[in-house]
């Protein structure tokens, strides 16, 4: 079992940054690939970015290219995503999830943390 607790979220200004943190507990953080989703008020969960075990690689949706960093720290048993230049279609609830391997399709994570909202006003 990995627990994972995610951190960092809050309300920001249309432009502005937030960095999330996802903590990991339980079996080894760095046998896992790790993705960020999220979940708009009415909407799917979807796809934000993810990133392999050994950080060899990373993924985006196009929507956050340029904007958004994945990434990891697996002496600290944590990952992150760093955002910028935020605007108000990012908001919602942002999960982590780690997986054997990464994927773009939720229900490919064996392990999910509890969402921390990100609401970004314009």
């Known amino acids: 079992q990995v627990q994972l607790v995610e951190s960092g979220g809050g309300l920001v200004q249309a432009g502005g940054s937030l960095r999330l943190s996802c903590a990991a507990s339980g079996r080894t953080f760095s046998n896992y690939d790790m993705g960020w989703f999220r979940q708009a008020s009415g909407k799917e969960r979807e796809f934000v970015a993810a990133i392999t075990r050994s950080s060899g690689s990373t993924y985006y949706t196009d929507s956050v290219k340029g904007r958004f960093t994945i990434s990891r720290d697996n002496a600290r048993n944590t990952g992150y995503l760093q955002m910028s230049s935020l605007k108000p279609e990012d908001t919602a609830v942002y999960y982590c999830?780690?997986?054997?391997?990464?994927?773009?399709?939720?229900?490919?994570?064996?392990?999910w943390g509890q969402g921390t909202q990100v609401t970004v006003s314009s």
């Open positions: 999830a780690a997986g054997r391997s990464y994927s773009y399709i939720p229900s490919h994570y064996d392990y």
